[in-house]
């Protein structure tokens, strides 16, 4: 299971061809307003803390606490017996299983959850949307890196009102979906800078919170 949650995670690009998502959808005008709200929102949305619950494609499921602190940073602690940690800083993420103590890196920017920790984020130019559904009241949005649709689609999926980021599902080249819903979530929260740094004695321990 270990290996398919750090798959999962990463959704590293495996490039085998996704046709349905080779152009972009043809956008309303309420589109195009659901479309600048949801920018709105996520750039105003400087920090987050939240339990996450994991489903990979084959039913495997997985559970934590997750935070976000824009841009650039995220943590995603898992909860025993699930050894991982995933955590961004800058523009780096870190995958470590504290099982193994074994560490994998890569750039933010080569996941499709990079998109989420830009400092500004636009839904348009170098991210392309390939569909906006709504339906059992909740709008989602799917879209995938311009320059290379094969890699894979992020769709984010929103409560409309008042707007909340609920979900994202992440389905890569190879057609597997994973889906990470989030519960009990608080945002603009002062969140430990610690949380986020490599370097920190404690950092890899289950539960650290940043410490004082």
């Known amino acids: 299971m ?5 798959r999962a995670l990463l ?9 349905a998502l080779a152009q ?3 956008l309303s005008e309420r589109d195009r ?16 803390r939240a339990r996450f619950l994991q489903i990979a494609h084959n039913g495997a499921s997985a559970q934590g606490w997750a935070y976000i602190s824009r841009p650039g940073r995220m943590r995603f ?4 017996p699930e050894p991982l940690l995933l955590v961004a800083d800058g523009n780096q993420f870190l995958l470590y299983d504290r099982e193994l103590k074994a560490p994998t890196t890569l750039p933010t920017s080569a996941t499709p959850l990079g998109m989420l920790l830009r400092p ?13 559904q709504r339906d059992g009241g909740f709008l989602r949005i799917t879209l995938f890196r311009t320059s290379d649709p094969r890699e ?7 409560q409309p009102e008042p707007l909340e980021l609920r ?15 989030l519960t009990q979530i608080e945002t603009g929260l002062a969140l430990n800078a610690r949380m986020f740094q490599f370097n920190h004695p404690q950092f890899f321990e289950p539960g650290w919170s940043g410490g004082r």
């Open 24 to 26: 972009g959808a043809a």
């Open 152 to 158: 894979g689609s992020l769709t984010l999926v929103f």
């Open 2 to 6: 270990r290996h398919m949650f750090r």
């Open 77 to 80: 602690d898992y909860d025993p």
């Open 11 to 19: 959704a590293t690009p495996l490039l085998l061809p996704l046709p």
């Open 120 to 132: 500004e984020i636009r839904l348009s130019g170098d991210v392309t949307i390939s569909r906006i």
């Open 167 to 181: 979900q994202w599902a992440v389905l890569d080249a190879q057609g597997r979906e994973t889906r990470v819903t």
């Open 33 to 48: 307003r659901d479309i600048a709200a949801v920018e709105a929102y996520l750039n105003r949305l400087n920090t987050l």
